[in-house]
């Protein structure tokens, strides 16, 4: 098993990796977000990838998910766990928790969000009933309990086009969707990996209260507040996740 750790927004390097190496790659699909950094945590071997690049510059509807996922694969990566920042809908999501979403709804549009497109032998569905891997998202939750880290287990990922954060209207309907976190990255990487065969789970760290929840606007000062106790916490639960692996 090789773990690769995709991290996202307040997330462009993991305090306490010892890194090991760097490697660049091209792909069909042109060049990934990043370097991929070697390293380890707790003595375990992992691979990092800044999905924003290093230093953070590329917005989420600009990301080479293909090259992305492509590039971890190559390398020969079979598990992915995504870490993301979010916007919190459901009543337990408040700003800096961190949940381990279940389900997805995808707004997103636009997006290379295949490998399956050109030169095929026959059309492939792959099936997305569960878009993340069951028995990975178990295994942080394990790591969460073993820690003694506080996560929501569950809900449902509805992920938008952004940059631009939602409208109150969109945060309504999204709820009525049955979305329980809003972000802007969460697809099309799930599905690629899965098309890759990889194992794929994702940490969502809440960085503010999807818009319209509580009175007022969403600011930048509040998503980094949220987001810098959040992702400390989410560094600690990689730490324990690096500690259950064989
Ligand atoms: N919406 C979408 N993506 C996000 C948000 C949000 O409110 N906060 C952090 N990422």
């Known amino acids: 098993m090789t773990l690769a750790i995709i991290g996202g927004t307040g997330l462009t390097q993991i305090n306490g990796l010892t ?4 490697q660049s790659l091209e792909t069909p699909f042109g060049p990934p977000s990043a370097d991929f950094v070697f390293g380890k945590l ?4 992992l691979i990092f990838l800044a999905r924003h690049g290093n230093p953070h510059r590329i917005p ?3 990301i080479n998910y293909r090259a ?3 590039g971890l694969k190559q390398l020969g990566v079979t598990e992915v766990i995504a870490v993301a920042a979010v916007g919190g809908i459901g009543p337990e999501m408040a700003p800096a928790k961190i949940a381990v979403p279940t389900q997805i709804i995808d707004y997103s549009y636009g997006r290379e969000h295949t490998f399956f497109a050109d030169d095929l032998e026959h059309v492939t569905h792959i ?3 569960e878009p993340y891997t069951p028995a990975l998202r178990q295994r942080i939750i394990q790591a969460a309990e073993n820690a003694a880290i506080e996560i929501v287990t569950r809900g449902t990922y ?3 086009q952004g940059p631009r954060l939602e409208t109150v ?3 309504k309907r999204m709820t009525q969707d049955g979305c329980d976190l809003v972000g802007m990255t969460g697809m099309p990487e799930a599905g690629l990996a899965r098309e890759l065969d990889m194992a794929y789970a994702n940490i969502s760290v809440v960085a503010n209260w999807g818009a319209g929840i509580v009175d007022g606007e969403i600011t930048m000062t509040e998503i980094e507040r949220n987001l810098h106790v959040g992702m400390s ?3 600690e639960l990689l730490k324990a996740i690096s500690l259950l692996a064989d």
């Open 127 to 129: 099936d997305f009933t």
């Open 158 to 160: 509805g992920c938008t």
């Open 19 to 22: 890194i090991t190496g760097q």
């Open 233 to 235: 916490n989410a560094i």
């Open 169 to 171: 209207a969109e945060i």
């Open 68 to 70: 992305n996922i492509w």
């Open 42 to 45: 707790h003595g375990k071997q």
């Open 60 to 62: 989420p509807h600009k």
